[in-house]
């Protein structure tokens, strides 16, 4: 794999010839919405085909499969621009399988609102082992309360081979948290039993192959109460056959440039359940000081010191698609970012013929902007080189995998990375009290 970053110049063409790969291969594998005017600084990824193959009349994904002795999943994954059509044209060219070096196989764990567009969902199951729908919210009387009817998403997803999970919080549709909550939860044995028996209910007559609690306001104080109630609850679920897994943000300092985080020890509730998330800092945060989101270097601070108290084979660690754009200057608590997708991003540095530059430690790019008002702009965002940085960290840590938030949009760049980097943990079948691993 290569990362070509546009240099001024560069146009899809000579890149095309350089490289030697079609151009409209190119636009595909990369999402490219902009392939008319590049902006000097984007990321471009370069992975040339093992093997292709021209579609004949009569072809479908499933007879290409099995002549080639691979999956529809993999040509999925490989050609992913395949989920939005019905058909096969005769005369295409798909790829059967690209010259990567994958010896890892990682678990990925995809968060979705009940929402999302099916479009994009189909797209994105593939490259999936998990998915995680935002949907449930617990209440100070035990009970599990949930917003809208998500039965196609739990039946598409296990379509997909991808076991779908609950995922339980406290936590608002736009994020606010509620701590009364949680501490009520954590104070009252007799309200966790409701909790956790109206979770078992809720995932025994949905389908759920387990379930995703998010444990937010961890503190020093209530860190054995959180993992006393996880342990309670791991006891009943894997009982009865489910997985349990939590996602954690780690309580972080984001106020200022110089991101830090407390050294809490989540080790203590790991112990019991089948995985922890580590999801990224700002979550929801658009009031945060303008930064890149989950800076590498923070992250490898957060990672050398979990692999010292958790198995790292159950450590997974979050990846975000969005990026932010800040108007200057910065007012704390008055100054909201707008959330932005690397395209869009891609597109404001094209049009204003602006240059994106690189931190190399935070691994992200960012860029200054003037818009038609006048006021400056700052935008942080990822692209190729921030997503290969961060799926590479699983290899290096020998973590479990990874978790994205969220799959709300499809990020082409990403999942070429990780399809490329590993094989995606998948289920032979699912029968959700006994997910057998493929």
């Not at 109630?229 to 984001?254: Q, W």
């Not at 440039?257 to 080790?267: L, R």
Request: aromatic fraction near 12%; proline fraction near 4%; include cysteine.
């Amino acid at each position: 794999m290569i990362i070509h970053v546009v240099q001024p110049g560069d146009t899809v063409y000579s890149i095309s010839e350089h490289y030697n790969i079609p151009v409209d291969r190119l636009i595909l594998e990369n999402g490219l919405t902009n392939p008319g005017n590049l902006a000097v600084g984007q990321t471009i990824v370069i992975v040339q085909p093992e093997t292709l193959y021209t579609v004949k009349a009569g072809d479908t994904l499933e007879s290409i499969a099995k002549q080639h002795d691979t999956t529809t999943m993999e040509l999925l994954r490989n050609n992913p621009y395949l989920s939005d059509r019905e058909f096969l044209y005769e005369g295409e060219t798909i790829v059967i399988s690209y010259q990567t070096n994958r010896t890892r196989t990682i678990t990925t764990i995809g968060y979705a609102f009940s929402y999302i567009e099916r479009p994009i969902l189909i797209k994105t199951l593939p490259f999936l082992t998990f998915l995680s729908i935002f949907n449930y919210r617990f209440t100070t009387e035990g009970e599990i309360i949930f917003k809208a009817d998500d039965t196609e998403l739990v039946n598409l997803a296990k379509t997909y081979g991808v076991a779908p999970l609950m995922f339980v919080s406290t936590l608002s549709e736009d994020g606010l948290v509620a701590p009364e909550v949680t501490n009520h939860i954590l104070d009252n044995p007799s309200v966790q039993d409701l909790v956790i028996d109206n979770a078992l209910n809720i995932m025994k007559a949905k389908g759920f192959c387990g379930i995703n609690i998010y444990a937010e306001n961890i503190t020093y104080e209530n860190l054995n109460s959180f993992a006393e109630y996880l342990r309670r609850a791991s006891e009943k679920f894997h009982s009865e056959g489910y997985k349990i897994l939590i996602t954690i943000t780690p309580i972080a300092n984001i106020e200022a440039p110089n991101v830090s985080f407390e050294k809490i020890d989540y080790g203590k509730l790991t112990e019991s359940v089948d995985g922890i998330i580590f999801s990224s800092y700002d979550w929801a945060l658009s009031y945060s000081y303008p930064n890149s989101i989950f800076p590498v270097n923070v992250l490898r601070e957060l990672l050398d010191y979990a692999v010292k108290i958790i198995p790292p084979e159950k450590i997974l660690f979050g990846i975000t698609t969005l990026g932010y754009d800040w108007v200057l200057p910065y007012v704390p608590g008055v100054t909201e970012a707008a959330a932005i997708s690397y395209n869009r991003a891609v597109e404001i540095a094209a049009e204003n013929s602006l240059t994106i530059q690189f931190n190399i430690e935070a691994q992200s790019p960012y860029f200054f902007y003037t818009d038609s008002d006048e006021s400056l702009h700052l935008v942080w965002f990822k692209d190729a080189r921030s997503f290969d940085t961060r799926a590479g960290l699983v290899e290096e840590y020998d973590l479990q995998g990874l978790s994205i938030w969220t799959i709300m949009r499809f990020s082409t760049q990403m999942w070429f990375i990780i399809n490329t980097r590993y094989y995606i943990e998948r289920f032979t079948g699912i029968n959700c009290q006994s997910c057998v691993f493929a």
